[in-house]
């Protein structure tokens, strides 16, 4: 169905940054200073209006359900400002959905039925610690009702070949490739038996040091006959890398110990520094500038509702520390 693809590039590319900025705070540690701050699930707080957007109101226990949404029980990781964040996030969200509903859109039962499978399948193929069956379904269609509404405010959106061709000029560095290498191994066990392979590849033709790298080598990559793929500089183990790099096309490496085994490496092509082509490079400019523009069209149109629309927000109801977003 066409509104899950293009909803995802719609809404979803308008967060993007937004949930980057989030899974990034996860990871770091909160400050003694915010670790004792707050409750997500603070019962004393749960009905504590938070939000209101025109005849609906929001409690903190909205919110909780909205967080444990995307993050399942990791809530507690979040930083005081991740959570600000979201928060923001979080009003912007509710104003579309109610200009949704005063416009009269609406999901159809096979859009429910279709999103639901969609949705656990990427949950289950993403690994994800949230099951769809823990996830609130109320808010899951919430989500899916905003995606719609949102997909018919960018859906004219267009990029021109002039807009693609100026892009490719102004920003040329970013489509320089570096050198690159393509490298083969044969990886072994023992000492011994690699000194053996060497002596038997010293003089042999890349079809045979394939054939011998399928026969004798231990690594993932022995199927293929050693084909490892394609480095750039600092991709590879130093020690590996200073090796590698030390060859001639074709050449083969003396034997390297690692803690993976005993490594003959094989330079199979130098690719030197080259310009991608405007023609090459086209789709992937086509798509930055596409998301560029959908952000703008859909952050403008939140300003517009938010001027037009009667809403208020109360942040010292909210379960944490709320803190402005200074950079807007």
Not at 110 to 135: G, T
Not at 160 to 187: A, C, G, M, T, W
Request: proline letters at 2%.
């Amino acid at each position: 169905m066409k509104l899950f693809k293009i909803g995802r590039s719609s809404f979803f590319l308008f967060l993007a940054a937004f949930f980057f900025l989030f899974f990034a705070n996860c990871g770091e540690k909160k400050s003694k200073g915010e670790s004792e701050n707050y409750d997500i699930g603070d019962p004393k707080k749960k009905n504590n209006i938070i939000l209101k957007v025109e005849d609906s109101f929001y409690f903190n226990s909205d919110f909780e359900k909205y967080i444990r949404g995307t993050f399942g029980e990791d809530d507690n990781a979040l930083t005081i400002v991740s959570l600000s964040r979201l928060f923001d996030s979080f009003i912007e969200e509710k104003i579309l959905l109610r200009a949704a509903q005063n416009q009269k859109v609406s999901l159809t039962p096979e859009e429910r039925r279709e999103y639901l499978a969609k949705l656990s399948s990427e949950v289950k193929s993403d690994e994800s610690k949230v099951s769809v069956e823990e996830m609130d379904i109320e808010v899951i269609f919430d989500r899916l009702l905003v995606e719609k509404y949102t997909y018919a405010i960018v859906m004219d959106i267009d990029v021109k070949d002039e807009e693609i061709k100026e892009y490719y000029n102004l920003h040329k560095r970013e489509f320089l490739q570096p050198e690159r290498i393509k490298v083969s191994q044969i990886l072994l066990e023992t000492e011994d038996e690699s000194i053996e392979v060497l002596e038997r590849i010293k003089n042999a033709s890349e079809e045979d040091f394939r054939k011998i790298a399928k026969e004798a080598s231990v690594g993932l990559e022995a199927f293929k006959g050693g084909e490892m793929g394609m480095f750039e500089m600092g991709q590879l183990p130093y020690e590996m890398e200073k090796v590698i790099l030390s060859l001639k096309e074709g050449e083969l490496s003396s034997v390297l110990e690692s803690s993976y085994g005993y490594h003959i490496f094989r330079l199979d092509k130098r690719f030197e520094p080259e310009l991608i082509s405007e023609k090459d490079a086209s789709p992937d400019i086509k798509m930055r500038i596409l998301d560029q523009k959908i952000k703008q069209r859909i952050s403008w149109y939140i300003e517009e509702l938010k001027k037009n629309m009667d809403w208020s927000f109360y942040p010292l109801n909210l379960s944490f520390p709320y803190q402005t977003d200074n950079s807007r």
